[in-house]
């Protein structure tokens, strides 16, 4: 109950300042929010660093498959194509 009662007043703090309006019914959330915001920097994953990897993997994985299984390559193209 105390953490809730520490995020209020930290809430009520923010809203003297220009362009904050007094919200009795949002608790604490909005100044805890802008608080994380300042303090922690997020950290942005780059997508192509995701998906690369798991292209290369994906494209060798069907080859390796395909090689195994004796696929006829000219019946997978038309699959593809829709032939």
């Not at 009662?5 to 802008?34: I, K, M, N, V």
């Not at 292209?55 to 997978?76: E, Q």
């Amino acid at each position: 109950m105390g953490f809730v009662l520490l995020l209020d007043h930290a809430d009520g703090s923010f809203s003297s300042l220009p362009g904050c309006t007094e919200r009795r019914g949002a608790g604490g959330g909005g100044g805890y929010l802008l608080f994380r915001r300042i303090t922690n920097r997020p950290a942005y994953i780059s997508l192509a660093r995701i998906t690369s990897p798991a292209l290369i993997l994906g494209i060798g994985l069907t080859g390796i498959l395909m090689r195994i299984f004796k696929t006829d390559i000219v019946a997978v193209k038309e699959l593809a194509i829709g032939s």
